[in-house]
Nanobody, 113 residues
Framework: QVQLVESGGGLVQPGGSLRLSCAASGTIFKLYRMGWYRQAPGQQRELVASITADGNTVYATSVKGRFTICRDDAKNMVYLQMNSLKPEDTAVYYC???????WGQGTQVTVSS
């Protein structure tokens, strides 16, 4: 029902910043709670940040204070601003409607010196 395309990943040094973008289409975007997930090799996919239709946000403890999720419903976009990046943030990052089980390609984030 929804198609999501992630972008903005790359290689960054520890302490650096990246902004991930998610473009959505194919559904009534503004009605859904949206999330950013990440998955490192050999690890389970985890929800790191989410935002409700009303703009309320929830963050995983590991990223709280460093990551910020926001949405622009007029543009059908969701963003994840990542600051003070750590090597343990290295993963493939995905956006999705929270609860949906169909996944896109994601975008690779690598934090390394």
């Amino acid at each position: 029902q929804v198609q999501l395309v992630e972008s903005g990943g790359g290689l960054v040094q520890p302490g650096g910043s990246l902004r991930l973008s998610c473009a959505a289409s194919g559904t009534i975007f503004k009605l859904y709670r949206m999330g950013w997930y990440r998955q490192a090799p050999g690890q389970q996919r985890e929800l790191v940040a989410s935002i409700t239709a009303d703009g309320n946000t929830v963050y995983a403890t590991s990223v709280k204070g460093r990551f910020t999720i926001c949405r622009d419903d007029a543009k059908n976009m969701v963003y994840l601003q990542m600051n003070s990046l750590k090597p343990e943030d290295t993963a493939v990052y995905y956006c999705n409607i929270v609860g949906n089980t169909s996944w896109g390609q994601g975008t690779q984030v690598t934090v390394s010196s």
